[in-house]
């Protein structure tokens, strides 16, 4: 066994599965960005973190609006996912660009991506500042799925599902196993 240290052990959490945030400013221009960083950090009341950096424009209109969305995507989206991923809507307006169908959320009214398989959409309660990002605690309001990618309305369903799993840097993966351990 030959043990050496990485030189970036968060990436050691990854991969992580990939989503799409989407948010909209105080007037009212919206924006979606790419999140690794997502996480499910209660059940009662139903809470969700995202870690999102204070230099995206994103994070402004989070910033204003105290809501966003989580759209998570599947593996037919990896090139929207990574475009969202590298330019800035501070340049263009992203969500035009990329020509993906947009519906209004039935509880918030942010812009959800109807091409991805579910959506959250939340409303901010909390945030923390965390080193050089900004952790948002958004309570769930409002979610929805594609029934057909899952199994009942809750749990994935790993035939259907192939997810955007960001391993860190240029590199992703999905799944290929069609078990459920
Ligand atoms: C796979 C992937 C995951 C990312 N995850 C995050 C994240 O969790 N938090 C964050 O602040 N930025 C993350 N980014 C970077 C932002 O998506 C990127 O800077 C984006 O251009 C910001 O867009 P905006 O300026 O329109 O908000 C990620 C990028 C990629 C490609």
């Known amino acids: 066994m030959s043990l050496v240290e990485p030189s970036n052990p968060i990436r050691l959490l990854h991969p992580k599965l990939t989503v799409i945030i989407t948010a909209c400013g105080a007037d009212g221009k919206c924006n979606a960005m790419t999140a690794a960083w997502a996480m499910p950090v209660s059940h009662n009341p139903p809470l969700i973190a995202v870690s999102i950096s204070p230099e995206r424009y994103t994070h402004k209109l989070i910033s ?8 998570v995507p599947d593996i037919k989206l990896f090139e929207k996912v990574r475009f969202f991923g590298i330019v800035s809507g501070r340049d263009k307006d992203k969500l035009k660009i990329s020509g993906l169908k947009i519906r209004r959320g039935s509880r918030l009214g942010l812009p959800l991506i109807e091409d991805c398989v579910a959506w959250l959409e939340c409303e901010v309660e909390n945030s923390i500042r965390t080193g050089d990002h900004t952790l948002f605690i958004g309570r769930i309001v ?4 594609k029934k057909e990618f899952f199994v009942g309305v809750d749990v994935f369903d790993a035939k259907v599902f192939k997810p955007i799993m960001h391993l860190g840097g240029p590199h992703y993966t999905t799944t290929t196993s069609y078990e459920i351990y």
């Not at 204003?64 to 759209?71: I, R, Y």
């Not at 409002?142 to 799925?145: K, M």
């Open 64 to 71: 204003e609006t105290k809501m966003f969305a989580v759209n």
């Open 142 to 145: 409002g979610s929805a799925v």
